[in-house]
Each structure stands twice: as C-alpha cells, then as structure tokens.
C-alpha cells in the first residue's frame, strides 16, 4: 500500500485544518487507518485512527472532541479533520495503515506509512 499525506501547513491558535491520506495499492475497505504525529524532540503519538469497517474510532486524549478522523472508501482517502488546534498540535502527521487486527493505538502495528506532513499552529 503506498501512502500519500497532503494538508499540513501554518495556522493560528484555534484554527482549522483538514489532513488528507490516499491510499493506493491495496482494497480500501480491507485495511485501518490512522494518524500519528510526531513533535520536535518528541517520540511519535498515536492521534486518531478509524478501523476498515468505519465504525468506533479512537482517539488520543489530548485531541478528542477537536479532531475527527474519517475515511471515504470511494476515494481511498481517509481524512483528519483538526479544530481548535493549539501550539502544542505541532508536529510532522503522518498517516498509516494496517491490514492487521491488533490495536489501533500501536504505531508498531501499522504496515504502511506515508510520508509526513507539517503542521505549525502560532499564537
């Protein structure tokens, strides 16, 4: 599965922003898909991530309630809606995909990773 990331860029302090995945290589329907990010000095976070049926997506404390992630099977695309972001929602995003059933949260479970793009939240 090849991954393609677009979106990031510069937004002031409870802004929008909307990331996009494209997913190329391998029946959409049949994989997760997630987001993690990673901050400047920091391990990379597990953010949001939706399973193949499109049901009960999880996501991490610090973004639930502003984030929604979702995924449209017709597009092979899966997208990270980001309200009320905040400076500390700056990281390089990355998208992933898995065809496994283990869990959604777990950077290590994922197969498939695109290639990462760059949000800056000001204030």
């Known amino acids: 599965v090849q991954l393609q990331a677009s979106g990031g860029g510069l937004v002031q302090a409870g802004g929008s922003l909307r990331l996009s995945c494209a997913a190329s290589?391998?029946?959409?329907?049949?994989?997760?898909v997630g987001w993690f990010r990673q901050a400047p000095g920091k391990e990379r976070e597990f953010v949001a991530a939706?399973?193949?049926?499109?049901?009960?997506?999880k996501y991490a404390v610090s973004v639930m309630g502003r984030f929604t992630i979702s995924r449209d099977n017709a597009k092979d695309t899966w997208y990270l809606q980001m309200n009320r972001l905040k400076p500390e929602d700056t990281a390089v995003y990355y998208c992933?995909?898995?065809?496994?059933?283990?869990?959604?949260?777990?950077?290590?479970?994922?197969?498939?990773w695109g290639q990462g793009t760059e949000l800056t939240v000001f204030s």
């Open positions: 939706m399973p193949r049926r499109g049901d009960r997506p």
């Open positions: 992933a995909a898995k065809a496994n059933s283990a869990d959604l949260s777990q950077g290590l479970n994922y197969d498939y």
């Open positions: 290589g391998r029946t959409f329907r049949s994989i997760d």
